[in-house]
């Protein structure tokens, strides 16, 4: 299945680097989101954007910055990263928010060191 | 109250048992209903949506209570490949723009 694609697939950092997690999603979906999921515990919603336009901020660390450049592609800029940020970052799409279901790419498993 | 509350298991079933996972909702106002399917350390991928008069899909059946605000998930003759978590997701009309997860039942099929 490719209909939402992600990369890296793991990533492996340091508290002082600079990643960017990317997403691409190839459904013609308008709205576009970023979940982390730590271990065992549900998926936190962090970030949504609606045709590019960010419309949701669930109160996440300026550590993490995302960029929606067009409606298929998204990333999550990353920098300045704690340990407890260690998670797989999933993106997903859905055809506009709210009421339609979502389909997720397959997730970034990062490791803060 | 939680938002959707789902009963975290195990459920531990043997092959060919049938199984059934609840999920609540606070939100009376909620017009999207789905179960997602999580394996382990894997990403959720849609199992079914879940309309008001009830859907079957194979061996899934969902089920719509509005007045109780719950919905069900019913799996007939358990498969090994079944064993994973199911999600409750459910949208709220005043938070426009998501949908809200529930955290999950754990299915353990075995031989």
């Known amino acids: 299945e490719t209909g939402v694609t992600q990369t890296p697939r793991h990533l492996v950092m340091g508290m002082t680097n600079k990643k960017s997690l990317k997403c691409e999603q190839h459904l013609g979906h308008n709205a576009m989101y970023w979940y982390k999921q730590s271990a065992k515990k549900p998926l936190e919603l962090m970030f949504v954007y609606s045709l590019e336009e960010r419309v949701e901020n669930n109160s996440v660390p300026s550590r993490f910055s995302p960029e929606c450049p067009n409606s298929s592609h998204l990333f999550l800029h990353l920098h300045t990263l704690q340990p407890e940020d260690s998670a797989l970052y999933l993106c997903a799409s859905s055809r506009e928010t709210g009421v339609y279901e979502q389909y997720f790419g397959p997730g970034t498993r990062l490791t803060v060191t | 109250r939680k938002e959707v509350e789902q009963d975290p298991g195990p459920f531990n079933v043997p092959e060919g048992a049938t199984v059934a996972f609840n999920c609540t909702y606070s939100?009376?106002?909620?017009?999207?209903f789905f179960w997602y399917r999580q394996d382990c350390r894997k990403e959720p991928k849609l199992l079914m949506s879940?309309?008001?008069s009830g859907n079957e899909d194979g061996r899934f059946t969902a089920q719509l209570n509005r007045a109780s605000q719950y919905i069900s998930l019913l799996i007939r003759d358990s498969k090994l490949s079944d064993s994973a978590t199911y999600l409750c997701?459910?949208?709220?009309?005043?938070?426009?723009?998501?949908?809200?997860f529930g955290s999950g039942t754990r299915l353990l099929v075995r031989p």
């Open positions: 939100n009376s106002a909620s017009q999207s």
């Open positions: 997701v459910v949208n709220f009309r005043d938070s426009s723009y998501k949908l809200i």
């Open positions: 879940v309309y008001s």
